[in-house]
């Protein structure tokens, strides 16, 4: 990791409390949050919501809990919704026309963003100025707009990634589709736009620097929360499988997320293959759920992950449930062994500290942010490449040592304590100062 990065992660991980000049110690009233392509009433697991989702819900009402109002604007997707919905009190989400409700395609939406600018402009038109403080934007389509919308207002722009066009291109799951050419040059120009560029981890800050030259100033790292309340141990596993109708005594290696081939599910079920040839007694033993619907490039064979179970000879062990709400998500977590994440590429894998904080270990791909998330050889196990192989070896060893589940299960618990949504939300608070900071000094030395 470059030197600075690291003096990035001992810093900012924590963002200092600015003193600012001329009394401004004032952090943000209101801010514009936007996501265009997927709404924050959408739930996880289906089409393109996911991880996004649940960190731009959860965020968004902590920093309101700590009175910063958030309005989240976001596309509309179906006819007939109100313009605005209170998601909680001082979230507000407003539903933005543009572009036909069905059947758009991620890959389709940068056509819609002129729409989309013009709907998130017509709700700002009514409002005095100065409304919104600051513009914090997700993802790539959504930082474009932001982009524009913040020189409208004269804000500051606060950009997160989530995932990168050159970062997934890199680590593709072989016949995935590349990332295309306008999503990069998209990307470059955002990070040259943005006041503050907000990464879940180290190595996050590290990837906007390497591939897209960001400013190491304007890096920030804080990690992305769970929501300890809900993701916890509760009555434990045994009451969990009851209530899922699992089998007491079963290994439980579990798959929860989006069905596409970056997430790759298929390598659970071929490590799972592996077991079997090498000793069929664990088929009267295994269950293997794959709990999520299909996304991304994954739309083009939603079928397909069925007809590898069947062609691997492993139909009767897997068990394919479309995605399910939050509170039945933490009870699929309880319930299994371990959760399994053979992820090409992940900015932080939220899923990975969810299952955590529910009491349960995870085997998971060492790759962008499962190293911080999982900690090797406690809390779970990483496995380095996607050789079937190399994940049916990390299983074995929850199968052969009895007790491992529950030893490492009880520590990923603990690790899991230090990723509250209120830590992220201060952090994330205290980005915003300094962007509103920078903002005010980059307006001053123009107009000096």
Known sequence: MSQYVSRLAGTLATPPRLRLPGGHHRKPRRIAMLSVHTSPLHQPGTGDAGGMNVYIVELAKRLAAINIEVE?????TTGGLPPSVELSPGVLVRHIDAGPYEGLAKEELPAQL?????????????????????????????GHVGWLAAERWGAPLVHAMHTMAKVKNAALAEGDTPEPAARVIGETQIVRAADR????????????????????????????????????????????????????????????????PLKAPDI?????????????????????????????????????LQK???????????????????????????????LVMPSYSESFGLVAIEAQASGTPVVAAAVGGLPVAVRDGRTGILVEGHDPAGYARALRRFIDEPGLVDRMGAAAA?????????????????????????HRRRVRSHHG
């Open 72 to 76: 989240i604007f976001t596309r509309a």
């Open 114 to 142: 002129c729409a989309f600018t013009h709907g998130v402009m017509q709700a700002w038109a009514g409002q005095r100025p100065g409304y919104y403080d600051l513009v914090h934007s997700h993802y790539w389509l959504s």
């Open 197 to 260: 560029l907000i990464a879940n981890t180290a190595k996050e800050a590290d990837e906007l620097a390497r591939f897209y030259e960001a400013d190491p100033g304007k890096l920030a790292v804080v990690h992305p929360g769970v929501n300890l309340e809900r993701f916890r141990p509760a009555d434990g596993r045994a009451a969990a499988r009851a209530r899922l109708d699992l089998p007491q005594d079963a290994i439980i290696p579990l798959f929860a997320g989006r069905i596409q």
């Open 308 to 338: 590898l179970a069947a062609r691997l000879g492993i139909a009767d062990v897997v068990r394919f449930r479309p995605p399910v709400s939050q509170d039945r998500l933490a009870d699929w977590f309880r319930a299994a062994s371990v």
């Open 414 to 438: 603990r690790h899991a304590q230090s990723f509250g949504w209120d830590t992220a939300a201060s952090g994330t608070a205290d980005v915003y100062l300094a962007a509103m900071h920078e």
């Open 268 to 304: 659970l079920l071929r490590a799972v293959a592996v077991l079997l040839d090498e000793d069929p007694s664990l088929r009267s033993k295994l269950v293997v759920p794959v709990v999520g619907g299909p996304s991304g490039s994954g739309l083009a064979k939603p079928e397909g």
